[in-house]
T-cell receptor, first 117, second 114 residues
Framework: AQKVTQAQTEISVVEKEDVTLDCVYE???????LFWYKQPPSGELVFLIR??????QNEISGRYSWNFQKSTSSFNFTITASQVVDSAVYFC??????????????FGTGTRLKVLA | DAMVIQNPRYQVTQFGKPVTLSCSQT?????MYWYQQKSSQAPKLLFH???????NEADTPDNFQSRRPNTSFCFLDIRSPGLGDAAMYLC?????????????FGPGTRLTVT
């Protein structure tokens, strides 16, 4: 079965600390996509990154970096030098192909990150 | 800017009183989704449209219906809201034909049932 596990329910850090959010997934598909979304208090889900199953290169975007390891079925997200504006709930998601020919997301339960000033 | 718009942002309805939530998009995407997100939970897909084809998730209650009159608009109808239907409802779009797998989400409508 398709599944995404975010074991960390809530993390609190002090501003400028680095923090890593864990994501472990299970899938029967050989081709799939993984995503990270940020959900601030306003409620909108903001797309952060997409990674396909054939691309295991790590990616860095400013203070954000992602570590995809197929061998351990993990797709972890690190924020360097965290800021108060990073406070949000972060969701990891896995694509699942639907019979319609499109796909849906399987979301993890999310990790609430609190960055304290 | 191209975007996904949801109206209203906050909706209060009475127990059993039908309510409609709306979603519009300027992205010209052919797929539109409705998710339900209850407090402190992950979003859960209710159904989606691929062009005009409606696709219901197996566990979506019959109380929830949807309409897509054209590419730009999609509606979520809750025929007889119960207290358990209080949630954030998120609309999302994607473009199946462009090979892109990202879904673009609207700001959500927070539904309260009294």
């Amino acid at each position: 079965a398709q599944k995404v596990t975010q074991a960390q329910t809530e993390i609190s850090v002090v501003e400028k600390e680095d923090v890593t959010l864990d994501c472990v997934y299970e899938t029967r598909d050989t081709t799939y996509y993984l995503f990270w979304y940020k959900q601030p208090p306003s409620g909108e889900l903001v797309f952060l990154i997409r990674r396909n199953s054939f691309d295991e290169q790590n990616e860095i975007s400013g203070r954000y970096s992602w570590n995809f390891q197929k061998s351990t079925s993990s797709f972890n997200f690190t924020i360097t030098a965290s800021q108060v504006v990073d406070s949000a709930v972060y969701f990891c998601a896995l694509s699942e192909v639907l019979t319609s020919g499109t796909y849906k997301y399987i979301f993890g339960t999310g990790t609430r990150l609190k960055v304290l000033a | 800017d191209a975007m996904v718009i949801q109206n209203p942002r906050y909706q209060v309805t009475q127990f059993g009183k039908p309510v409609t939530l709306s979603c519009s998009q300027t992205l010209n995407h052919n797929v539109m989704y409705w998710y339900q997100q209850k407090s402190s939970q992950a979003p859960k897909l209710l159904f989606h449209y691929y062009d005009k084809d409606f696709n219901n998730e197996a566990d979506t209650p019959d109380n929830f219906q949807s309409r897509r009159p054209n590419t730009s608009f999609c509606f979520l109808d809750i025929r007889s809201p119960g207290l358990g239907d209080a949630a954030m409802y998120l609309c999302a779009t994607s473009s199946r034909d462009r090979g892109s797998y990202e879904q673009y989400f609207g700001p959500g409508t927070r539904l309260t049932v009294t």
